[in-house]
C-alpha cells in the first residue's frame, strides 16, 4: 500500500475518531482546600463518574452505613463497593494530597492536588459526584446528594466540564454521631470519651458548636501541629468558602493536531497528482 493510499485510510479513522469525541473526554479531576489557615482539614476525596444513577444520599434521610463510614472517619472503601457494584460501566477514583501530614494524605487548608485522568463518555459517565469528611468534626462532610445535579456534557453531548464552589451551607451532617467533639478524626483528646450515635438523618450542617460536656474543636490541636482557629473553621459564616472541585479536559497534545494537519496536506497533494496525469 502506497503512501497515498494509507494517507487516505488514516484520514478515515481520524474522521471516525473525531465525531466520537463530541461525547466522550479525557479528564482530570482538582480539589483545593480552601480553609484559611487554622481552618478544617479534607479527608481523601472521592470521585465518581457515572451515569446518573448513582445516590450516595439524601437529605432528609437516615446515612446508609457506607456514608456513615465516610462521615465518621474518612473511609471510603464502602462508597467504592457500592459504585462499582451499581455502575459497573462507570468510573471512579480517590485523590489524595500528596503535601498532607506524614501518614495521612489529607488536604490540608489551602492545599490542592490534581487527579490521574479519567476517560469518561456521556452515556456511561457523563455525571459527576464526590465525597469526603471534613476533619475534626464528628460527622461533617461534602458531597451533592442529587445524583444529576452535576453534568459533564451539554444535550447535544458536547463537553462543557464543571468548576463547583463549595460553600459553608453545603456542609451536611450524617446525623450518626453526636457533635460532642469526643470521637473526632484530627483532634487531640478526641478519644479520652466514646462517640455516641446519634440515630438522625442527614441535613445542612450547623457549625462546629460542640453539645455540653464535649471536647471544643475550637482551640483543639491536630497531629498536623496546628491549633483549630474559630474564625478560620467557622463554616457557618456568610459566603464562606469550603473547597472548590473542578473537572476539566485533558488538552489534546499539539503534536496530535499537527499530525492530523499533516495527513489532509497529504490528500490534497494526492488530488494534485492525480488532476495533473489527466
Known amino acids: 500500500m502506497n503512501i497515498f493510499k494509507k494517507a487516505i485510510l488514516t484520514t478515515i479513522a481520524s474522521t471516525a475518531l473525531l465525531s466520537s469525541s463530541a ?6 479531576v482538582e480539589v483545593s ?3 484559611d489557615a487554622g481552618g478544617l482539614a479534607l479527608t481523601p476525596v472521592w470521585l465518581g463518574f457515572h451515569d446518573g444513577s448513582f445516590d450516595s444520599f439524601d437529605a432528609g434521610t437516615m446515612a446508609s452505613a457506607s456514608l456513615q463510614a465516610l462521615a465518621e472517619g474518612g473511609d471510603v472503601s464502602g462508597i467504592v463497593s457500592d459504585f462499582s457494584l451499581s455502575n459497573s460501566s462507570g468510573q471512579q477514583g480517590v485523590l489524595t494530597a500528596p503535601a498532607g ?3 495521612a494524605p489529607v488536604f490540608e487548608p489551602g492545599e490542592s492536588a490534581t487527579s490521574a485522568t479519567f476517560n469518561i463518555n456521556s452515556t456511561d459517565s457523563g455525571y459527576f459526584s464526590f465525597l469526603s469528611m471534613l476533619i475534626p468534626t464528628n460527622d461533617a462532610f461534602i458531597g451533592n446528594d442529587n445524583a444529576m445535579a452535576y453534568s459533564l456534557f451539554d444535550t447535544n453531548d458536547n463537553f462543557v ?4 464552589l463549595i460553600l459553608g451551607n453545603n456542609v451536611w451532617d450524617s446525623g450518626t454521631e453526636l457533635n ?13 470519651q466514646p462517640r455516641q450515635d446519634e440515630n438522625g438523618v ?8 460542640v453539645l455540653a460536656g464535649g471536647l471544643s474543636i475550637f482551640g483543639g490541636n491536630t497531629p498536623a501541629g496546628y491549633s483549630i482557629d ?6 457557618t459564616a456568610r459566603g464562606f468558602e469550603v473547597a472548590r472541585i473542578t473537572v476539566n479536559q485533558v488538552p489534546v497534545p499539539a503534536s496530535a493536531g499537527l499530525f492530523a494537519m499533516g495527513i ?5 497533494f494526492k488530488r494534485s497528482k492525480n488532476s495533473v496525469k489527466a
Open 23 to 28: 461525547n466522550a473526554a479525557i479528564v482530570e
Open 33 to 35: 482546600n480552601l480553609f
Open 101 to 103: 501530614f506524614a501518614g
Open 161 to 164: 466540564g464543571l468548576d463547583i
Open 180 to 192: 460532642t467533639g469526643y470521637g473526632s478524626p484530627f483532634l487531640a483528646g478526641a478519644n479520652a
Open 202 to 209: 442527614v441535613s445542612q450542617h450547623s457549625g462546629l458548636t
Open 230 to 235: 474559630a474564625a478560620a473553621a467557622d463554616f
Open 264 to 268: 489532509f496536506a497529504l490528500a490534497g
